[in-house]
């Protein structure tokens, strides 16, 4: 890391700062809470830390591989490790996060973040999390201890934020279900953290807002390991979140339009493919993106940060031998063995390439018309394209 | 020590959302009440395989889709959701006969049933009488009348999971000494308010304790989930309207099963009959659950072999241990719901020997170390074995008040049964 000491005071893992004073700067905060004691019903979380830490990981990766829009100024790392989960790199990071903590690192992260219009802001919370009345959500903090109105409003954050800086992405990985003990009682409105400001005032130009679940769902975690959406978020940062530059067609970019759809499409996938027994569509993930209008594909972040990317074939027909032939934007060509889907990979470069399929022949009439409904779908790093074989298309496919 | 448990299903089980419904449910009891308890007893157990032996596709097919069934005018009354008139009278009737079962309360005019309200104390009585069968005649069949884990459809395996999780909740209410010492007095509307919260909260308890998702964290408070809205609205409205509501909610399961449901019974039986052989294979139903049991003695050659049979299941396995595979040992057999006594007297077995009779009776053969014959005396198929057959073999009274209208098949459907199995196969010390 390009920081190697870390303040657990101010929370500090990057500060940059004194080098972006006049000039816009990447400003993160991230939460990762799974010591969980003192409250009924709310289980010690394991995964929580640890996927904050990836998150910050990957954020000082980036920077130091100069991917981000602008400059990482700050990212501060707030870890409450679950003791028994927590290895020694985490026990670097992890404190007692109680509400007074929290409050202060919101405040100071939301002041860095205002300090300059373009600035881009970037909030990861893993934790617990409910439902408040309305639609309003919460987080949960390590000190919770079930009075539900100590829950920390999320709007109330997202709200203090305010309309600077322009850029805004906020990462909410906690379930959002209405606890049991309050179904017949009243419901909380939560505790705000810092002064609200009226709703007509906070807009930012650009603002991705992403729920790990839908309201009324909860979220999902490997214990020991990464949460669902910290999987999804790492996986679109590598590349599967990009899209084409509409400025620049030789260049993939993360914006906040491809981040939102690729966060989506994502889910979907990993949801049908996670080892989990947990039915797909009991996994939801809820984005809120609000931008100016024809500026969706403001930057996130440069070209993805990959050397090597694999170049994919999904859903195609399992019994089709193929050849991919693979023209890069200097005209040089890279072909594929022919071989039957899907023992196949190419390790490409980012990049906007030309392709075509050939040898696409069936080996099964009778196993064509079966697997009629899995058309071919090429994905290169992040774009996908639908294509179909002449094969398939005598079969008259839809 | 390991131990193979293989259940021999009876008649009516059909591949489908139902059977892989409770085949989860019967797997979570069977692990909750049955097995962790004997771990605890025995500590160098260490786990049990549940081979289930399918033989449903082999049984009665009706090949117009039982379109002979008739429609009579008695089926479609007892369904309707509106019910007045004579109709009406019938349903008072037969919750009036659950409620008597389980009160020791006689009510002598079905007027006095129609001023049911929840100031009345009938619940109470019943309550406090057994609050076990209570709940698990009262409440379970209203909460898994529909879609249990509520509005939500989920899948048969989740449905049976949530259908279990929910049972044993009801269950751990229904025994905790604090609670039944808590509910005297209350009136029957205090009873249901009070039952209900005990109830979600022992769900949440089990979802904390041992979530249904295992190998996932869920990032927010444990939770009764869906189920809150189900079980709030099932004791509203049996508190508003107990006895249309609990009628219907049951009739309706019944209804519509009934007449379809007696049919396969029948017709599974005379398949069986019919196709049982004394030639290898002997037949596609016995050779299934040959071939169930050969699994499970050729995986744990050394261990005990329990089996657990229901309904014709029963007849099957009597089939196989006296006459098919005589050599074949089962330390423990618990037949539920069975006909064995009935088919006994009937001279229906391949080894049944017509010339024994009353007062003699049948010895059983060796190979058949201990038997537990549950019926329940609610449900006109099941017979007892005692006053046919002499050796170690018991007959067990189960009484689930859900068995009025559907006694037969819901054996399965409360986690009081399998607490018998438990406490039978310590008792015998089977696992020594």
Avoid at chain 2, 49 to 78: A, R
Avoid at chain 2, 263 to 275: E, P, S
Avoid at chain 2, 368 to 381: K, M
């Amino acid at each position: 890391m390009n920081t190697p000491t870390f303040n657990k005071q101010t929370a500090l893992l990057y500060d940059n700062k004194a080098d972006h004073t006049k000039q816009a700067g990447f400003h993160a905060l991230i939460v990762g809470i799974g010591n969980y004691q003192s409250a009924q019903n709310l289980q010690p979380l394991t995964s929580a830390a640890f996927s904050a830490h990836a998150i910050a990981q990957k954020l000082i990766d980036l920077a130091n591989e100069n991917q981000l829009q602008v400059p990482l100024a700050t990212c501060r790392l707030l870890i409450d490790a679950f003791p028994s989960s927590m290895d020694t790199i985490l026990s670097q990071y992890s404190q007692p996060i109680n509400k007074s903590v929290f409050q202060d690192t919101v405040i100071s992260w939301i002041a860095d973040a205002r300090a300059h219009a373009d600035n881009m802001s970037f909030l990861y919370f893993a934790g617990h999390g409910i439902q408040l009345s309305g639609n309003d959500r919460s987080l949960l903090l390590g000190d919770f201890k079930n009075t539900w109105n100590d829950a920390i409003n999320i709007q109330n954050i997202v709200r203090g934020m305010s309309r600077e800086p322009r850029y805004q992405l906020y990462f909410f990985d906690t379930c959002h279900i209405f606890p049991d003990q309050l179904r017949n009682n009243q419901s909380p409105v939560g505790t705000n953290i810092i002064d609200d400001i009226p709703l007509q005032e906070y807009t930012p130009d650009f603002r991705l807002i992403v729920n790990a679940s839908a309201s009324g769902h909860p979220a999902f975690a490997q214990p020991e390991g990464h949460t669902f959406l910290c999987d999804v978020l790492l996986n679109c940062l590598n590349g599967e979140g990009a899209d084409i530059d509409t400025n620049d067609e030789d260049h993939w970019v993360i914006s906040f339009l491809s981040l939102d759809h690729g966060l989506k499409q994502l889910k979907n996938t990993l949801a049908r493919t996670k080892p989990w027994q947990i039915h797909e569509d009991d996994i939801t993930l809820e984005t809120q993106l609000s931008s100016t209008p024809n500026n969706s594909t403001i930057r996130v972040f440069q070209t993805p940060p990959i050397t090597h990317h694999i170049f994919k074939i999904h859903e195609s027909h399992p019994t089709t031998n193929i050849r991919v032939d693979i023209q890069d934007s200097n005209r040089k060509r890279h072909s594929t063995p022919t071989i039957i889907y899907p023992s196949f990979s190419l390790p490409l470069t980012p990049g906007v390439y030309r392709y075509s399929v050939h040898n696409c022949t069936v080996v099964s009439e009778k196993k064509c018309r079966i697997k009629q409904r899995k058309p071919l779908l090429i994905m290169p790093p992040a774009k996908c394209h639908q294509l179909r074989c002449e094969e398939c298309l005598k079969c008259k496919r839809p | 020590m390991n131990m193979p448990i293989v259940f021999i299903h009876g008649v009516n089980a059909r591949q489908g959302e139902t059977y892989t419904r409770n085949v989860a449910q019967r797997k979570i009891w069977s692990h909750d009440i049955i097995l962790q308890q004997l771990a605890r007893e025995y500590p160098t157990w260490k786990s049990t395989d549940i081979i289930e032996s399918y033989w449903g596709d082999f049984g009665v097919q009706f090949k117009w889709n039982l379109e002979s069934l008739p429609h009579t005018e008695l089926f479609e009354m007892m369904g309707t959701a509106d019910v007045d008139g004579e109709s009406a009278d019938l349903l008072d009737f037969l919750f009036a006969e659950s409620i008597n079962e389980l009160s020791d309360t006689t009510f002598t005019s079905l007027s006095k049933l129609s001023s049911f309200n929840e100031h009345s104390g009938y619940l109470i009585d019943a309550a406090h009488n057994n609050l076990i069968l209570f709940l698990e005649a009262i409440f379970l069949p209203l909460f898994l009348a529909k879609h249990p884990s509520g509005d939500i459809k989920q899948t048969p395996e989740k449905e049976g999971l949530f259908q279990a999780r929910l049972g044993m909740a009801i269950y751990n209410v229904a025994t905790n000494s604090d609670i039944q010492n808590h509910i005297i007095g209350l009136a029957d509307k205090e009873l249901l308010d009070y039952l209900k919260d005990q109830i979600l909260q022992q769900l949440i308890d089990q979802e904390t304790t041992t979530p249904i998702t295992p190998g996932i964290e869920i990032l927010g408070p444990r939770s009764s989930g869906h189920s809150f809205d189900k079980i709030n609205k099932t004791i509203e409205s049996l508190i508003q309207f107990p006895t249309r509501f609990a009628n219907n909610a049951l009739l309706y399961k019944f209804r519509a099963n009934l007449h379809k449901n007696i049919a396969r019974f029948l017709g599974d039986i005379l398949v069986y009959l019919n196709q049982r052989s004394d030639q290898e294979p002997y037949g596609p139903i016995t050779s299934t659950v040959l071939n169930s049991i050969d699994t499970a003695t050729k995986l744990y050659p050394d261990e005990k072999l329990i089996i657990v049979t229901h309904s014709l299941g029963g007849i099957i396995l009597y089939d196989i241990l006296t006459y098919y595979k005589p050599d074949l040992v089962v330390d423990a057999w618990i037949s539920t719901g069975g006909q064995i006594g009935q088919f006994e007297e009937m001279k229906l077995f391949k080894a049944s020997n017509p010339e024994l009779k009353s007062p003699q009776k049948i010895a059983l053969p060796p190979n058949i170390r201990r038997w537990l014959n549950i019926y329940n005396p609610l449900d006109v198929l099941s017979f007892i074995t005692q006053p046919i057959f002499t050796g170690c073999i018991r007959d067990q009274k189960y009484v689930a008040g859900s068995s009025l209208f559907a006694a037969h098949m819901e054996y399965f459907q409360g986690p009081a049964l399998y607490k018998i199995i438990y406490e039978y196969l310590i008792k015998e010390e089977v696992l020594r």
